[in-house]
């Protein structure tokens, strides 16, 4: 039997912006081992993983945070990653924009704005937007904006981080490659977002010098044909 699932609705995408994430996490188990003779404890994997959760505020609250940290402000605490974000002058645009669209649209339907809460502002938006009798080219357009909203966030409050691997390429065998007429090392490089839960099945490893790309796993799996062989 074959499943579907639905394509996201608009609500979908304000929940994406607006409702805390719960992230999944998963952490080695350390157990205390004492040495009889000299009492000395030390901590040791136990090889065992214990799988939980950790959640984060959330997208527009961090969005807003960062707004504050860019502009000289601080969030209450300041311990938090999300706390610490800084934009740069692009992204802080770009985010101050989407503060004042959120604000402009609450207008449009007469619903309440508050400048220090852009999550209650949109929730309070899409609630009195329903009354209007919305048509669906109206939410897709919206909707089209808000996906933009997402992206934008994730891209700037978590950023790919980039890895070199001193590795030479299991396809075309380079362990060099050239740009703008200068030399490199390491060709190959994977990369991920480390807080994305599935971050190895989402990242992404690329050879610079014949730019075959490959998911995580099967770059490793491809060098460690390429070890295996070579012994």
Same mark, same amino acid.
């Given at each position: 039997?074959?499943?579907?699932? /639905?394509?996201?609705?608009?609500?979908?995408? &304000?929940?994406?912006?607006?409702?805390?994430?719960? *992230?999944?996490?998963?952490?080695?188990?350390?157990?205390?081992?004492?040495?009889?003779?000299?009492q000395a404890v030390t901590v040791r994997a136990s090889g065992?993983?214990?799988?939980?959760? &950790?959640?984060?505020?959330?997208?527009?609250?961090?969005?807003?945070?960062?707004?504050?940290?860019?502009? $000289?402000?601080? #969030?209450?605490?300041?311990?938090?990653?999300?706390?610490?974000?800084?934009?740069?002058?692009?992204?802080?645009?770009?985010?101050?924009?989407?503060?004042?669209?959120?604000g402009d649209w609450c207008r449009l339907v007469d619903a309440h704005h508050d400048r220090a809460d852009m999550c209650?502002?949109?929730?309070? %938006?899409?609630?009195?937007?329903?009354?209007? *009798?919305?048509?669906? #080219?109206?939410?897709?357009?919206?909707?089209?904006?808000?996906? $933009?909203? &997402?992206?934008?966030?994730?891209?700037?409050?978590?950023? &790919?981080?980039?890895?070199?691997?001193?590795? /030479?390429?299991?396809?075309? $065998? #380079?362990?060099? %490659?050239?740009?703008?007429?200068?030399?490199?090392?390491?060709?190959?490089?994977?990369?991920?977002?480390? *807080?994305? /839960?599935?971050?190895? +099945?989402? $990242?992404?490893?690329?050879?610079?010098?014949?730019?075959?790309? %490959?998911?995580?796993?099967?770059?490793?799996? /491809?060098?460690?044909?390429?070890?295996? +062989?070579?012994?």
């Amino acid at each position: 039997m074959t499943t579907t699932t /639905a394509p996201p609705t608009l609500l979908d995408v &304000v929940d994406d912006l607006t409702l805390p994430k719960h *992230n999944p996490v998963t952490q080695d188990v350390m157990i205390e081992v004492t040495d009889t003779e000299t009492q000395a404890v030390t901590v040791r994997a136990s090889g065992r993983t214990r799988k939980g959760f &950790v959640t984060l505020p959330p997208l527009l609250t961090q969005l807003q945070d960062a707004i504050r940290s860019s502009i $000289g402000g601080t #969030a209450s605490g300041a311990s938090l990653a999300h706390e610490r974000s800084v934009l740069d002058a692009d992204a802080l645009q770009k985010a101050m924009i989407i503060a004042s669209t959120i604000g402009d649209w609450c207008r449009l339907v007469d619903a309440h704005h508050d400048r220090a809460d852009m999550c209650a502002s949109l929730r309070g %938006w899409y609630t009195k937007r329903l009354a209007t *009798n919305p048509t669906q #080219a109206e939410d897709d357009f919206y909707q089209g904006q808000l996906r $933009g909203w &997402v992206s934008f966030v994730w891209a700037k409050l978590d950023p &790919v981080r980039e890895r070199e691997l001193p590795d /030479a390429c299991p396809t075309c $065998g #380079a362990a060099e %490659w050239w740009r703008d007429g200068e030399r490199y090392h390491h060709p190959l490089v994977i990369k991920y977002r480390p *807080n994305d /839960a599935d971050m190895i +099945e989402r $990242g992404r490893a690329l050879c610079r010098a014949c730019e075959q790309v %490959w998911g995580i796993r099967e770059l490793a799996y /491809a060098l460690e044909q390429g070890q295996a +062989e070579a012994l």
